[in-house]
């Protein structure tokens, strides 16, 4: 099993929001039988193809990845103090309301004005409330509790710390109201849905194949590419502050713990290709040296989600496009969709999707499949599921409703959780 994310000094959250429905209850991080006990409530929603066993085994080796370990993930529940853990636990688990996880990421705020932060995001995952209990606005109670205070939680590695909390995530798949209403506001959910057949006329790829030794010099050079993109780039008249996660190795580890372990289980392997890269420039070096920002390639990184049979592009890295670069990076990125559709035939997925694509992804899908009017594609607005939605944490930590212009850029797979 692996060690606790939360132990005895986690923090019990105090304050509550103005306006909650149920001001007795506590949201307090779960201990660790209490944290098998919300795998054993969800499983139903979540464990797909796994067995339950093999569910509870996969939730506890993600836990324990350099992304969640030593507190990097919370497992928070929402109890009634007045009716306490029955001494038979962790046979008992009935004092669990709702339940929820949150996971810390960095990130970074880029304002108008020119002011740059690098801040702590959560992105909140697994939001259960118990066949029981719902419809009493449980999971609407924690959330607030959690919405709120989760900003100024301290640093678990360093708990006289409290770095500063920018935003919290969450994706939701019960349509875009539920959390709007409580202050998560929806973004752009979109995705670009592929075939793996690749049509006659294709060419082949010329893309090497990324490993997993590879992502570290490849998230270093995408996390410098974007840090640079996001502070540098004119803002739009409309827009008043960027914010983005950083694709870091520990995020893209994280999600391919989760894949190889679903892929050993319902194939007995695990992929080790876990993305293509195509040069822009002649001398492009793969991986990229220390301190580039991968201006002279292009490069996916995916993972393979062996429950919908797709292959999922966590995150497309293309410099940023001028006169002089443009054919080329457009030719890099067919030949990244092209290495996709290879990737996922090979495993027997029919279908490649990429989040929030850019105009250049479109056209290059387009390019080698045909337009979407004819069937070659298919770009996907979502309403139900998977809705990147965002809480806004002001400086002076007053503020939840989210300001107007806000751009969330690099919303991929990758932020997901
Ligand atoms: C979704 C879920 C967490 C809601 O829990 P709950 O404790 O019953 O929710 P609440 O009682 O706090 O409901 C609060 C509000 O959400 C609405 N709501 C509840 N479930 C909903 C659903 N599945 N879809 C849309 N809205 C929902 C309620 O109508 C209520 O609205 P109101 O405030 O306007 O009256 C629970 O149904 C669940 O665990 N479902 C299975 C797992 C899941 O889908 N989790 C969400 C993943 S994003």
């Known amino acids: 099993m692996a060690p606790s994310t939360t132990h005895p000094s986690s923090p019990t959250l105090s304050s509550s929001p103005p306006d909650i429905k149920h001001p007795h209850l506590v949201l307090r991080p779960a201990t660790i039988p209490e944290r098998h006990h919300t795998w054993v409530l969800n499983k139903t929603s979540w464990k797909g193809i796994l067995t339950d066993n ?7 080796h993600i836990s324990s990845q350099d992304l969640t370990r030593n507190g990097g993930i919370t497992y928070w529940i929402l109890v009634d103090p007045a009716t306490p853990c029955n001494p038979a636990c962790p046979q008992s688990p009935d004092h669990i309301l709702s339940a929820c996880e949150a996971i810390r990421k960095p990130c970074l705020i880029a304002r108008k004005n020119g002011e740059v932060e690098e801040v702590i995001c959560y992105g909140i995952g697994s939001v259960y409330t118990s066949e029981r209990h719902r419809g009493k606005g449980y999971a ?25 909390v920018g935003f919290s995530v969450l994706y939701s798949d019960i349509g875009k109201q539920f959390y709007h209403k409580i202050g998560w506001r929806p973004h752009q959910s979109s995705h670009i849905s592929f075939p793996s057949k690749l049509p006659t006329s294709a060419p082949s790829s010329k893309a090497k194949n990324v490993l997993k030794s590879d992502l570290r010099a490849l998230c270093a050079s995408d996390c410098a590419h974007i840090r640079r993109v996001v502070t540098k780039t004119p803002f739009a008249p409309d827009v008043e502050a960027r914010c983005v996660q950083f694709p ?23 992929p080790t290709v876990k993305g293509a890269w195509a040069p822009i420039q002649q001398g492009a070096e793969y991986p990229p040296k220390e301190g580039s920002d991968g201006s002279d390639a292009a ?12 292959l999922v592009f966590l995150r497309l890295h293309a410099p940023t496009i001028v006169s002089s670069n443009e054919s080329a990076v457009a030719e890099a990125i067919k030949q990244l969709i092209i290495a996709g559709a290879n ?38 607005h979502r309403e139900m599921d998977s809705i990147a939605s965002l809480m806004w ?8 409703t989210e300001p107007a212009g806000i751009e969330w850029c690099m919303n991929e797979k990758f932020a997901w959780c």
Request: no cysteine.
């Open 248 to 270: 870091t190795v520990e995020v893209m580890d994280w999600h391919h713990a989760r894949e190889e372990f679903i892929g050993q289980y319902a194939t007995s392997k695990a």
């Open 140 to 164: 609407k109670s924690m959330l607030q509790l959690l919405g709120h205070q989760v900003k100024s939680l301290p640093d678990p590695s360093n708990p006289n710390e409290s770095p500063r």
């Open 54 to 60: 093999a569910y509870y085994l996969r939730e506890a």
């Open 343 to 380: 990737e996922a035939e090979a495993w027997g997925f029919k279908e490649v999707i990429s989040w929030n694509p850019d105009d250049i992804t479109e056209v290059a899908v387009k390019n080698v499949f045909g337009k979407e009017s004819e069937g070659g594609y298919d770009l996907v």
């Open 393 to 400: 944490y002001d400086k002076d930590g007053s503020e939840e």
């Open 299 to 310: 490069w996916v990184i995916w993972t393979h989600d062996f429950a919908e049979k797709k």
